[in-house]
């Protein structure tokens, strides 16, 4: 056995690589669909729960901080604890919280609900992703998997708007909990069979999980999150946001130190060398400030400005889905053949192009018709980039590290989006208050139009990221 064998040792051999594929691609689907189900049916959970208007954002938000504060520490527990052994774990709680979900009497119970299934995510997407990359060889086979994935999490994070539009106009909000129910079902007993097996906890060796940096590492994330996704609502000096903005600052200093004096790190500084993931964490940032802002701010023109009910919103999504996809199949091609800052650089610019599109179309008393060219060309160039930044992050990685550069890559993904949608809120709501009927549709069309530019212009600064990274032209089939 050679040294090349140890450090990068072969890839599993699966029984059946195709459903394997398509249960991660299905575990995607449910992660992506959980972060936007919910949008749609906000307006009849806060009346029948009785959520003010305050306390309503949470039933996002608690999802959105547990997911980004809980990333890292899933990426390490897929590494050493077993990655089969944390995606079934995830489902179950994934199972379990949707259930509790979809009987929830009250606004603290299904706050905490949607914070237990951002911590499922949080434990379930590094998992996915690390299976792939230690699943599938790296250069064409690896990217064709990804490609699978990416179209599934395009699809979720879309087609999660659609369901919760249907299902909330047929059967009411509490389907869309159910929903995932039934889903983490259909996912759980296909785990062990298709699913490599994990290494004996003894193979791990002395690799220990480095419980002080997984304690500042989750905590002081998670204040940054609640701080950036909480900034516009309690106001950005108070002292709430203040002091929480403080102590995870504090908290992530003291994370750098531990980790650069420990033996085992949970973040590995060595894994910064890894320009391709380094690419890849500023990607998804950029990905999250700019484009991933989509969906609030299509979810606000639909319903509050045009007027949409649930149901013709989540339909309104379907050119974004099928268009996502599409352009998730194209990023595998583009990769594999023209090169990693090619194709990141053909998604960033053509999803800023839609973005501006966007920007420029609005009106609020255009037809869905008159801004679709923008939001399938946004929706085509979000499918390219979201899979060639994944393809990114696992670049040259080995494969016992995959899951923690996927939670490094995610939580500057998590970061980004945090911060995209405070600032697109408190532009788009700028001008509103006080204001109702007409006067508040064209105040909230004008704050639309210009958050749409503005989230144009921050996708754009990935391409200069993408064009400064130092990680490899090209992923083509074989590459070691």
């Known amino acids: 056995m050679t040294s090349e064998t140890l450090l990068h040792p072969r890839p599993p051999r699966l029984r059946h690589p195709g459903w394997s594929l398509a249960l991660l691609a299905f575990a995607q689907f449910i992660i992506a669909a959980d972060y936007n189900v919910v949008y749609v049916a906000l307006p009849r959970i806060g009346r029948d729960l009785d959520f003010s208007g305050q306390t309503l954002q949470w039933v996002v938000s608690a999802y959105a901080v547990a997911l980004g504060g809980f990333m890292l520490l899933g990426g390490r527990a897929a590494d050493l604890l077993g990655r089969r052994r944390m995606f079934v774990l995830a489902l179950v709680l994934y199972a379990v919280s949707s259930l509790a979900g979809a009987l929830a009497g009250s606004p603290g119970v299904l706050i905490a609900v949607r914070a237990a299934q951002g911590l499922g995510a949080a434990l379930l997407f590094p998992a996915t992703l690390s299976l792939i990359g230690g699943t599938f060889p790296e250069g064409r086979e690896r990217n064709r998997a990804l490609a699978v994935w990416a179209a599934a999490g395009g699809g979720g994070l879309a087609g999660g ?45 002395r690799r220990r999980f480095d ?56 973040m590995p500084p060595r894994l910064f060398a890894r320009a391709g993931l380094v690419t890849a964490m500023g990607v998804t940032a950029v990905f999250g400030a700019g484009l991933g802002a989509q969906y609030y701010l299509l979810t606000v023109f639909l319903q509050d400005v045009l007027g949409y009910d ?171």
């Open 211 to 266: 419980l002080p940096g997984a304690l500042t590492a989750t905590a002081g994330i998670t204040l940054l999150v609640l701080v950036l996704a909480q900034g516009p609502g309690w106001g950005w000096t108070s002292s709430s946001v203040l002091a929480a903005f403080g102590l995870g600052v504090a908290l992530l200093v003291a994370f750098a130190v531990i980790e650069v004096r420990g033996r085992d790190p949970l």
């Open 310 to 480: 649930p149901l013709r919103t989540g339909l309104a999504y379907l050119p974004l889905t099928l268009l996502n996809i599409a352009g998730t199949r194209v990023a595998e091609r583009l990769v594999t053949r023209t090169g990693m800052r090619a194709a990141l650089t053909a998604g960033l610019v053509s999803g800023a192009a839609g973005m501006v599109l966007l920007g420029l179309t609005l009106s609020p008393h255009a037809p869905f018709a008159a801004v679709l060219p923008g939001v399938m060309v946004t929706g085509f160039g979000m499918g390219v980039v979201w899979t060639a930044m994944w393809i990114a992050a696992g670049d040259g990685v080995a494969a016992e590290e995959q899951g923690v550069a996927s939670g490094m890559a995610s939580v500057t993904h998590q970061a980004g989006l945090a911060v995209g949608v405070a600032l697109m809120v408190l532009i788009t709501n700028a001008g509103t208050g006080g204001l109702t009927g007409e006067p508040l549709r064209r105040e909230l069309t004008g704050g639309l139009s210009t958050a749409y530019v503005l989230a144009g212009g921050v996708t754009l600064l990935g391409v200069l990221i993408a064009r400064l990274g130092r990680g490899r032209r090209s992923i083509r089939a074989g590459a070691a």
């Open 161 to 205: 708007a659609l369901l919760g539009g249907v299902l909330t106009d047929l059967f009411g909000w509490q389907s869309v909990f159910f929903l995932f129910v039934l889903l983490a079902g259909v996912a759980l007993p296909a785990a062990v069979p298709l699913l490599p097996a994990d290494a004996a906890r003894a193979a791990v060796g």
